[in-house]
């Protein structure tokens, strides 16, 4: 007896969790009428998170009338930012920031058919960054998968995808329309520190850009 009511608890503990995790989730997110805001700032220590980007395409697909995606983040994943970046272009999307946009939120906004900022808003870039704690943490985890028979091996493949990585951020960025020299300046600012260029900067670059 005592067992089932410990599983039961433990059910309905890891139930509650879930259900609380899909409430943070849904909160970083509001319609209204036919702009999709999406707001990190709103919780406390809230992020873009994996999460978040199957809850951006059920939105999209539930509400057709969507036209604009309002942005209000700091970042968060890398991995997140660019996949909700590529569902915002996939359904052709207009940006706003309102607020502040930085890091991984910074993909999402280029994402945007026309992107706009409202007055006192801001946009922040700067280079991505891996911890020691996960870098040791992945290899550990993929050393046997990928054949990685020692940290040097893990070294080499590491410096080749942060490689890849820069670059396919660079094209991106120009791709989205984005001034090369910009971009590259953008690309160039150290993790530690934050560039919000003005916002003659970030129209003069294409960063900021109404085509209709």
Not at 26 to 44: H, P, Q, W
Not at 103 to 122: A, H, I
Not at 165 to 188: C, N, P, Q, S, W
Request: with cysteine; aromatic share 10%.
């Amino acid at each position: 007896m005592i067992r089932f009511i410990s599983v039961l608890s433990a059910v309905f503990l890891a139930t509650t969790a879930t259900a609380q995790d899909d409430a943070d989730i849904a909160a970083k997110f509001t319609v209204a009428g036919e702009t999709l805001i999406y707001d990190t700032e709103n919780l406390s220590d809230a992020e873009i998170e994996t999460d978040d980007i199957d809850h951006l395409l059920k939105l999209l697909r539930g509400n057709e009338s969507i036209k604009t995606v309002e942005l209000n983040s700091g970042g968060g994943s890398i991995y997140a930012g660019i996949e909700m970046a590529r569902i915002i272009i996939d359904f052709e999307l207009d940006t706003l920031v309102n607020g502040e946009c930085a890091s991984s939120c910074v993909r999402m906004f280029l994402g945007g058919y026309n992107r706009q900022m409202t007055l006192g808003s801001k946009i922040g870039f700067h280079q991505a960054q891996w911890s020691p704690g996960n870098i040791q943490g992945y290899y550990e985890d993929w050393a046997e998968n990928e054949g990685w028979d020692t940290p040097f091996d893990f070294a080499s493949w590491l410096y080749e995808d942060t490689q890849r990585e820069f670059h396919e951020d660079l094209t991106y960025m120009i791709d989205r329309g984005v001034d090369a020299a910009f971009a590259a300046k953008a690309k160039g600012t150290p993790n530690a520190d934050m560039w919000y260029p003005t916002r003659t900067e970030l129209t003069l670059a294409r960063v900021l850009r109404l085509q209709e």
